[in-house]
């Protein structure tokens, strides 16, 4: 299935070109700029000294020696910072009967996760800063930890939040259909539990901010690595009680984000407090052991699930509990339990069943805060999901192919409402199988599969199907009141040279958003994209927007680009029409020229457009008026979200006398809509996979029973590396969304989202002949050798 | 690591004064004897193009050469490097010795957040000095201490190839 042809599709079209991201050569050269390279004038440094416990009181603080030594500008706990800076509770009000304590930029009498920073140290430089840090006393006491799901459901238990009648945060339920009947008449049922490691982003640039406040302007500028420069922009703001239009939020070049880098964290927070007490530049950047304790982790999920069947192997129900363990607060301001929330939402998306129940239940625990990362919830409910799937095809007799085939949603059923509630406009997985078969030489790989098993070599094959959630409307934060925006905004102005400038608020952390929003400005313009100057992240530059989270940067800001180009050549045409004496209707821009419409011959370039309405309206007919800027703004309507799918395969082999496992090839059938960039777009997918392959295989945040972070370096947190990692063969299906006129929907998730459960069914597939299952991710050589009986 | 006196290490407050030619140019500055030679050549040269990402040797992000050879700036105080000719990433272009690598993954877009990428160069030009033709695993073997966590490594290990094979028909290495 391809897109039906469009004006989109003409011969000339940028959309659908692989053409290279004009930004990336700056970055190829050394020149970046990171906000960890930024120095600006009278810049202090800020250190913190962090908790070694992960529950206890803070008895008394002794600071005196640290703000005495030479160099240092202002030791700030959290009662001074409390003073500036109002409290925030990271709840959403949709998800009913939540709760979490509010926060603080550094903690009055209390640490609730070894890493927290309680005491912050401003210094000439981060080496004299962190001297300080040496110089200050902390009289704790010792609290009980909680320390992992169990601990914390546990009856009589240790309470994180004094006050509260247990741990838990938030708990829901989803009810439909007749559960109970259809396990009670099941002819097979099929049940696991999974688990889920803790991992997190390990961005290559850690986090990192510049605060600059300056007391004569009453104005805020936070230099800050972001993907969300405006959300941060109205957070500042109410929390400092700066007035929104003296705060402003520069996201300059960012070094790897993936949903991390949009959370409020403390440290961020106190730096702003420290800019303002100061009157002066702060800039504070995490170094690797403290991105480790302090930047959001992600997953921790143990999920029960049972799925029945009939007797011809149709899904007839799925039955669900998770469990999930966030931290000991939920993040601010989009929650700890969205990815929860997602798990139990998506279970089950790709196929046709109608009865679903499911339990979520979100803990408190004595760790770091989990929250939102690139794929939230996706990779855990398509694991337990096509895990349960396989379980089922191998009690059947099936292969998973077919039983995938016999049970997804029919191409041509659409639209169709999950037993989940999740609304699907069109998706494409009877399509996607099929390609994924072809591709992936399946048939091939099976033969090829049985005769090396006789040499006592054990390949598995794995395959996952998925759907994704992109283009999020208002339904997703606005709802629950969060000030996140689900618009975007561009300003789209004709030079006097005749050259086009797009401020626009979806912003980029290399993804290319910069390249695509210049592609589809140039393509509806009718202009070379080297013509196009397209400027991102700065609140006081680009329109208010909701910038880069839950794959919307080219479904909604590339419909935004392409809705403000439409009505800026709208405006260049009039004019035209006007120096002309034509019809504007006659009229038409190609390459940078105008001409007529029917014969495409040229009649003026846009640059004498420009020239006219710039330097010389005296010649334009009186009353005339040139608008060539135009702000225009698009939030999504229609569908609530717009779902993308897919399916994953790979193919690898485990070594059963040590446990590795060794990748050989992995796949993927992605339909994302209409492909601007299929060069980026696939970028994006291998990048995506390989974050999905390194929690698959390698990526666990471990603590210890007293709560400490034990792994916290990169040369014990094991990320995936070039030599470990396969070729990764993609092929699209196009089904564009009706939703909008460019017909895109995001990508950046689908690697991720399915590489677990693609990875986790070919070892179980690898392991059929020595009856040895796996169920918890990451799968490393001990579980292997320990599923194997030999360790 | 020519011209290095441990003696310089003894007192942490003192600076001392260190020599290197940089990127072609005969510098010196004074530096703290604790101050690794990353911070050194961001800080006090204002050379940003080389970062930072561990600051133990484990992600290559620091990469740079080093009398000739790719070096982990992280893993060096900057006294160490007194007296050695380094070249950075802002070098290494301005020479053009790289001008074929950097285009070829523009071509291929090897790069997202371009955080990795300068080290990425460094030893991507240092193993094409080494080998002529090196095959996929060779490459992917070169860069296991180079982590991305943007790309999925295969568009730069496509780049490094590329280019191999293009300097390799046009008569050797450049
Ligand atoms: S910063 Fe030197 S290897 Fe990571
Ligand atoms: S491009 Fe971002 S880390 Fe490699």
Redesign the interface.
Known sequence: MSAPLTSLDRPNSYIGRSV??PN???????????V??L?LPRMLYAAFLRSPHAHAKIISIDAGRASALEGVHLVATGADLAKICSPWTGTLDHFKGMISAPQLPLPLDRVVWAGQAVVAVVAESR?IAEDALELIEIDYEDLPIVADIDSAREGGGPLINPGSANNVCFRSQLDNGSVDDAFAHAAHVVEEELSFGRHT??????RAIVSDYDPSAEMLTVHHATQTPYQFQDLYSRHFGIPEARVRVIAT??????GMKLHVYHEDMAVVGLSILLGRPVKYVA??IESFVSDIHARDHRVRARMALDAKGEILAMDVLDLTAIGAFSTYPRTSVVEGNQVIRLIGAPYRFKNYHATLEVLFQNKVQTSQYRAVGHPIACAVTERLVDMAAAKLGLDPFAIRAQNVIADDAYPQTSPTGYRFEALSHQACLKRLHEMMDYDGLRAEQAELRKGGIYRGIGIAAFVEITNPSPAFYGVGGARISSQDGAIISLTPSGEVRCLISVTE????TEAIISQIVADQLGLAQEHVKVITGDTEVTPHGGATWACRGAGIGGETALQATRALRRNILEIAALILQEQQSALDIIDGEVVDAGTRNQRMPISEIARIAYFRSDTLPPGTQAQLTVSHHFAPQGYPFAFTNGIQGCSLEVDVETGFIKMLKHFIVEDCGRVINP??VD?Q???????GLGAALFEECRYSETGQLVNG???DYL?P???E?P??VIAHVETPTADTELGAKGCGEA?TAAASACVLNAVNDALTPFDATINSIPITPTKILKALKRF | MSGFDRSLLDDADETVRVRFTVNGRKVACEV?P??TLVDCL??ALE??????????G??G?CLVQLDGQAVHACLMFAVQADGARID???GL?ESGVIADL?AE?????A????????GM?VNAHELLSQVTRPS??D???A???????????????DAIDAVAKARSESGGVT
């Open positions: 290279p991201r990336a050569k700056r970055l190829l050269a050394g020149r970046g700029r990171y960890s390279d120095r080496a982003a390990v961005t290559l640039e850690p070049d960012i070094g790897g984000s993936f170094d690797r952390q290399g993804q290319g060069m980026l970028e997918l291998r990048g995506g996979i390989v974050q370096s990169l040369a990320v590396m070039p030599m990692m070729d990764i690697g | 703290a604790r101050e961001r800080n050379l940003t193009g080389t970062h930072a990402g561990c600051e133990m484990a992600c992000a950075t990433i802002e272009t950097q993954f523009h071509r291929r877009n790069l997202q957040c371009g955080f990795c990428t300068p160069l996929r695993k490459i992917r073997d860069l296991s201490g180079n982590y991305c966590r943007c790309t999925g490594y295969e568009a730069i290990v």
